[in-house]
């Protein structure tokens, strides 16, 4: 196993909400954005690769696609599993429904 798949792991298992991000990606800093309107952005780790090395941000993904499954940006983990991306929060904004669905995962009280 890889240091970048022990390390993409152990974050994982550390934070109930997890997101892969990029400071670059456009999906992620909407993302981001939901996380703030919510003001829920101090519960959610954002990992940004975004200022690392091309070649270390692909070791990166290629780590957590092992690991849960997904290389997207953003990927979104909670407690543990792939919960989903940009487009599922998208989805759930345009249905009414992201306050009800970020309350189903603990998030919102």
Known sequence: MSAFVAKAEEMV?????F????SWCPDCIYANSIWEKFDVNDKVFVF???SLPRNEQEKWRVAFKKVIGSRN?????VNGKFWGTESQLHRFET????GEE????GLLP
């Open 73 to 77: 940006l953003p990927t979104i983990v």
């Open 13 to 17: 298992k550390s934070h109930p909400y």
């Open 48 to 50: 940004d690769i975004g």
């Open 19 to 22: 997101q892969l991000s990029a």
């Open 95 to 98: 249905n009414g429904t992201l």
């Open 102 to 105: 970020l309350t189903k995962i």
